[in-house]
């Protein structure tokens, strides 16, 4: 049997180098047929074919990631920017509201002050006129 060192970097790393080992196996009639040099160098290049296929993937899956990390970051942009132009929408609805509200307050207020000054007036009277007649 042959054993290889590829080297993965989308697997995780398992020794301190970040090698992990491959192991082809073939039946040790193929090894009797064919003696333990060709076997040994189909099984290399099984391995390079693998290593090639590997960095292939890998650059693939990193154009891939990319692509989707530009379109996310023009996404959240413009995310960003359509909230960012309801908050200010808000923000202006909310302080109408809040004109409008002061507005109706600051009325009722002088409603009440001259209701109160029609009902607590007689009212007034009418104990002054009982006090200056004792």
Known sequence: MHRSLIHSSWLPDRTPRGIVPVTAKLSRKFYETFGDEIANDLVDWFNAVDATYRADLRELNELNFARFDAKLEQR????????????????????QLGSSLRVEIHAARADTVKWMFVFWAPTAIAVIDLLLRR
């Open 76 to 95: 959240l942009a413009e995310l960003d920017t359509k909230w960012g132009s309801r908050w200010s929408q808000f923000d202006t609805k909310l302080e």
